[in-house]
């Protein structure tokens, strides 16, 4: 017993001396885990299931693993995997994404392979609850697009301007078999019953977009454009043409947080009959006071619908209250208290509509 | 008296320069470089655009996270509490933009590897300095 304690004790002892997990010469790993429980005050649950009233793990909790390697002084590999619950009840890790990368010179790398890329300001790091303030960054604007990782090239130029770094990355690939939610309202013809959460396959081919950020101490400037050709046999849908267009900024100066984006989506063709065009916002404000920092959020999704597109409207309020805590460097404890409402008679980002529903979550976000 | 006084003089002599330690950024005397400016040190640490000073390039290393010598070169040249540092590595790194410097476990070590891999550039209490290593600025 006393035996076991000691070596659980120098066990920890050793994890807690290591700056990473290892570090093996060339090779690095490092990770990030959130723990988090939701819980609703509603019988209507989140469109994914995995908010209902009851205690529920499923929206937050993941675990990931980064691996890299220096293969030589210009070209490395990187690699990450992530461990979720979110599309059914059973735990699946997963190659997220990973890359060979190239540096052509101090300012400018060719990375090949699975990318992360950017759609919004939190894209490309959205598994590591640490690195922002909320639990989840607001769903009205990043759920909607699906499509979070390409097979493909991209190219990172980075620049000095002034007081600022700018960044142009231009990308090009393929995402094949994605998984889209299927809408309620489209369950009955696949002969399933309301309240059903069904993923489908889709591929999306010929996806060329660029993200363009420009940032300083206080904060950061983006700007984003993406256009791909989506098919999905299982909705009858193919080469349909969407793009999707994005700007935000963060602030972080003087102990105020500032967090803004907007978004608006056009989809063609048949799976414009499934998948409606939108616009969407949010915008969070926070003051760090110490180790804590209090933060509100408003968020909007809108239906655009300037073209008269047949896809079902789904248009939701929310405005969240949240509070960060460091635990030290590396960990973070977090609440908030969300209160969604759907509008225009539409369910929102929920299963069915209703006037509105509160939903409470806390987390611990670590890195390690 | 006397000798409370003067072991007063000598605790506090030994309590400011511990709290006050000057820095020195060290590189192997084969470097070609003979200076570099607290900017360009924060740049390199922080793997920026253009970093290299003077197009040489440079492989930065840091004490290890939390000791005091970290925690006060992070506070001078980088402007960074440890919250915000590793946020902000975080941030790079998950989303594959670059990686921390490798840490190293103290003045020692920090030494050892500069002239043992030239090119490497560290930083170690100015006490520690020895002639083994170039120093291309002193921090206060």
Redesign the interface.
């Given at each position: 017993m006393n035996k076991r304690l000691y070596m659980a004790a120098a066990a920890v002892l050793l994890l807690s001396r290591a700056?990473s997990l290892f570090?093996i010469d060339n090779i690095?790993f490092?990770g990030?885990l959130t723990v988090g429980a939701t819980r609703s005050d509603s019988s209507i649950d989140s469109q994914n299931g995995n908010i209902t009233d009851d205690i529920g793990f499923d929206q937050d909790s993941r675990v990931?693993i980064?691996v890299?390697a220096d293969i030589n002084s210009r070209m490395s590999i990187?690699a990450?995997l992530l461990g979720t619950n979110r599309e059914d009840d059973n735990f699946d890790a997963s190659f997220d994404?990973g890359?060979v990368?190239y540096a052509v010179s101090?300012?400018f790398d060719v990375?090949g392979g699975k990318i992360?890329f950017?759609t919004f300001l939190v894209s490309?790091?959205i598994?590591?609850g640490?690195?922002y303030p909320w639990i989840r960054p607001p769903s009205e604007v990043y759920t909607s697009n699906p499509i979070t990782a390409i097979s493909g090239v991209d190219v990172?130029f980075?620049?000095?301007l002034g007081v600022t770094?700018?960044l142009v990355q231009p990308y090009f690939g393929t995402a094949n078999d994605q998984d889209a939610l299927v809408p309620q309202e489209v369950l009955p013809a696949l002969g399933l019953a309301p309240g059903t959460v069904k993923y489908e396959n889709f591929d999306a081919k010929n996806m060329a977009g660029i993200n363009i950020a420009l940032s300083g101490?206080i904060g950061a400037l983006r700007a984003g454009y993406l256009q791909t050709e989506v098919s999905a046999s299982g909705f009858g849908v193919k080469d349909d043409d969407v793009s999707f267009w994005s700007v935000g900024a963060n602030l972080d100066w003087n102990n105020i947080i500032a967090y803004s984006e907007y978004f608006q989506r056009d989809i063609d063709g048949q799976a414009n009959a499934f998948f409606p065009n939108q616009k969407g916002w949010y915008a969070t404000l926070g003051y760090r006071i110490d180790r804590f920092l209090p933060h509100i959020t408003v968020a909007q999704l809108l239906d655009d619908n300037s073209n008269n597109d047949p896809g079902v409207a789904l248009e939701q309020d929310s405005v969240t209250l949240g509070l960060r805590y460091?635990l030290g460097?590396?960990a973070a404890l977090k609440f908030e208290a969300q209160r969604v409402e759907p509008k225009s008679g539409t369910r929102g980002l929920l299963m069915e509509p209703t006037n509105d529903i509160n939903i409470y979550s806390i987390a611990v976000d670590v890195?390690f | 008296m006397n000798n409370t006084f003067r072991t007063l003089i000598a605790f506090t002599a030994l309590f400011s320069s511990s709290v006050m330690a000057e820095l020195a950024v060290i590189v192997d005397p084969s470097v070609k470089l003979d200076t570099i400016t607290a900017e360009q040190l924060q740049r390199l640490y922080l793997h920026?655009?253009?970093?290299?000073p003077n197009g040489v390039?440079l492989r930065p290393i840091d004490q290890?996270?939390?000791s005091k010598r970290q925690r006060e070169f992070a506070d001078k040249v980088l402007?960074k509490s440890?919250?915000e540092l590793?946020?902000y590595w975080?941030?790079r790194?998950?989303?594959?933009?670059g990686?921390p410097p490798?840490?190293y476990g103290g003045d020692a070590e920090v030494i050892q590897e500069v002239t043992a891999t030239p090119g490497t550039i560290g930083y170690v209490d100015i006490e520690a300095v020895d002639d083994s290593v170039k120093v291309l600025l002193q921090v206060p």
């Open positions: 700056g570090a690095e490092n990030f990931g980064q890299s990187t990450q994404w890359y990368s101090e300012d990375r992360k950017p490309d790091y598994e590591v640490y690195a990172l980075r620049a000095r770094d700018l101490d460091e460097t590396g890195i | 920026k655009a253009e970093r290299y390039e290890k996270s939390g402007g440890p919250t590793s946020k975080s941030r790194m998950f989303s594959g933009k990686h490798r840490q």
